[in-house]
């Protein structure tokens, strides 16, 4: 049984009628399916806690509930980007990102390193401040660059989408929409119950505390950063 299989993925056959009225309830029903697996799949990949996690945790914990959304946010467009390029096949484009998963892992290892010890140096915040759009998109783009950046994140999805055969056909192309989108959706899930349940915690947290939690976070953080650098090199 293919990756696919498994998670119930496998293309339909049912998504190339002839005609676009000709579209049946068991169709519209495998295209719901689809994009529901694709949800929980999505759901899945975001959910363990790394350094995107952490980020989001400490960015909500010090600056609210939006700005930790929005770090997640961004982790999830690069998921969806991802996902894309595998789902429909770019393989030109997939083989280029693959080749230079080293300098992509060197650069992301470098950018985890410089926030980790911005975050470890950060002093809290006495509440959630008000942050400027700039600081939104920063908040957005910072977490987008880190996962496009995580050659990890290009082979996961490579290895998920390669057998699917979502590439040519209009019906594949439509089965592939309904993946990506599903991956987005669930993984977007995730970030938004991880910055709400963690603003519920914001008033429970002392300054001390979180100065530690600022310190761990950061130490954390540049770990995964040194990691992903010997990685890069092929040291470990």
């Known amino acids: ?18 005609d676009p009225n000709q579209y049946t309830g068991d169709t519209m029903n495998t295209q719901l399916d689809l994009f529901v697996r694709g949800l929980v799949l999505g ?13 989001c945790i400490q960015r909500t914990l010090n600056q609210g509930r939006l700005v930790g959304l929005l770090s997640g946010l961004g982790a999830a467009t690069a ?12 393989s030109l484009l997939t083989a280029f990102l693959v080749e230079q998963q080293m300098w ?11 926030l980790g010890v911005r975050t470890v140096t950060a002093a809290p915040a006495d509440h959630a401040a008000a ?24 082979l996961a999805f490579i290895a998920i989408f390669a057998g699917a055969g979502l590439v040519t056909s209009s019906g594949d192309t439509l089965a592939a ?29 002392t300054q001390p505390v979180l100065h530690w939690i600022n310190r761990i976070a ?3 953080i540049v770990a995964f950063g040194v990691l992903a650098i010997l990685r890069g090199f092929g040291w470990v």
Do not use: H
């Open 1 to 18: 049984m293919s990756l696919l299989g498994f998670w119930g993925l496998e293309p339909p056959k049912t998504l190339q009628p002839q």
């Open 43 to 55: 759901f899945a990949i975001a959910a363990p806690v790394g350094p995107i996690g952490l980020l």
């Open 79 to 90: 998921d969806a980007i991802y996902g894309a390029i595998a789902a429909f096949g770019l």
């Open 131 to 154: 942050v400027e759009s700039r600081g939104l998109f920063g908040a957005y783009s910072t977490t987008l660059a880190l996962t496009l950046t995580n050659p990890m994140t290009i």
């Open 218 to 220: 950061g130490g954390v």
């Open 177 to 205: 929409l309904l993946l990506v989108a599903g991956v987005f959706s669930g993984s977007a899930a995730w970030w938004l119950l991880l910055s709400f349940g963690v603003s519920l915690l914001r008033g429970f947290v």
């Open 104 to 114: 992509l892992g060197l650069a992301g290892g470098l950018f985890l390193c410089y």
